[in-house]
Nanobody, 121 residues
Framework: QVQLVESGGGLVQAGGSLRLSCAAS????????MRWYRQAPGKQRELVAA???????NYADSVKGRFTISRDNAKNTAYLQMNSLKPEDTAVYYC???????????????WGQGTQVTVSS
């Protein structure tokens, strides 16, 4: 199996910064795209940022210029640097990865358990 573990969430004041990490472990052959999603109370889960295995990135309009996604392929880890945080960024942030397991020819989707980010005004 492949496990994704997020860390780095917490409580921060508006204007502050946080850095989330998503570490993938298990019988990994390769990891394709990695993404960060978030879900606020009463709202649908939304895509925040995505990065391909080659490093191409994509962002939701609401976070462009404030958030940066990156990855360390050697460590099977993705990061989300969040600057200039706003109260509306408050949500549970989830990591997603599309990965191929050792001994398997197809890829599968994997999710982390989520990490809470709370931005106070």
């Amino acid at each position: 199996q492949v496990q994704l573990v997020e860390s780095g969430g917490g409580l921060v004041q508006a204007g502050g910064s946080l850095r989330l990490s998503c570490a993938a472990s298990g019988s990994i052959f390769s990891i394709n795209g990695m993404r960060w999603y978030r879900q606020a109370p009463g709202k649908q889960r939304e895509l925040v940022a995505a990065i391909t295995s080659g490093g191409t990135t994509n962002y939701a309009d609401s976070v462009k210029g404030r958030f940066t996604i990156s990855r360390d392929n050697a460590k099977n880890t993705a990061y989300l640097q969040m600057n200039s945080l706003k109260p509306e960024d408050t949500a549970v942030y989830y990591c997603y990865a599309n990965a191929q397991r050792v001994g398997f020819s197809r890829t599968s989707d994997y999710w982390g358990q989520g990490t809470q980010v709370t931005v106070s005004s």
